[in-house]
């Protein structure tokens, strides 16, 4: 079964708006990682926050991490329509630094032009 | 290559039948994985190799599932007597796991099976 669940499961916005994707995880985890799918095939990994951080930031990418909630968040500011894609949260279980990953069911992003 | 490589990209055969899907790691890191992903869902964890060995095959469906990894690159998953709901697609990542590393996973563009 998933451990995570985005919400929303689909989002539809205007590019140069902003999009907030929502995770939640059940059980301790080591880190969360944030990828983005196109068209249904490879993964892109986008970022990576660790157990023990609150925030990151990675260009237009902000990830916040709330372990007390088991939740976390994916802003991405200034959207474009190359953006458009599916992105997933994914855990790795606390205690370990390899191994892997549970997915959750994805948020669908379009950004419109 | 640069990147995760699999073949072949798409395989449709039919109900019963056996068949093999290939993943060529990106050379050096010595972790790989097995993902399925059915339409319009999360990705689905089948097996972990570290090495050639497989600590984690929790993720494996059932016996008819089984995956072998050579050399420390090359992972073959077989799935034998096909049956529709293998039809999905199937994804390999690999990572590698060295000092320093986030040991981030580096996924391929997967293989797309049908099973009719």
């Known amino acids: ?113 | 290559g640069a990147g995760v490589s699999q073949s072949p990209s798409n395989k449709v055969t039919e109900k019963g039948k056996d068949v093999e899907l290939r993943c060529d790691p990106i050379s050096g890191h010595t972790a790989l994985y097995w993902y399925r992903q059915r339409l319009g869902q999360g990705l689905e964890f089948l097996i972990y190799f570290q090495g050639n060995s497989a600590p984690d095959k929790s993720g494996l469906p059932s016996d008819r599932f089984s995956a072998e990894r050579t050399g420390e690159s090359v992972s073959t998953l077989t799935i034998q007597r096909t049956q529709q709901e293998d039809s999905a697609v199937y994804l390999c990542a690999s990572s590698s796991r060295g000092q320093g590393t986030s040991y981030e996973q580096y996924f391929g563009p997967g293989t797309r099976l049908t099973v009719t």
């Open chain 1, 1 to 113: 079964s998933q451990q995570g669940e985005e919400d929303p499961q689909a989002l539809s916005i205007q590019e140069g708006e902003n999009a907030t994707m929502n995770c939640s995880y059940k059980t301790s985890i080591n880190n969360l990682q944030w990828y983005r799918q196109n068209s249904g095939r490879g993964l892109v990994h986008l970022i990576l926050i660790r157990s023990n951080e609150r925030e990151k930031h990675s260009g237009r990418l902000r990830v916040t991490l709330d372990t007390s909630k088991k939740s976390s968040s994916l802003l991405i500011t200034a959207s474009r329509a190359a953006d458009t894609a599916s992105y997933f949260c994914a855990t790795r279980a606390g205690g370990t630094s390899y191994g892997k990953l549970t997915f959750g069911q994805g948020t669908i992003l379009t950004v419109h032009p």
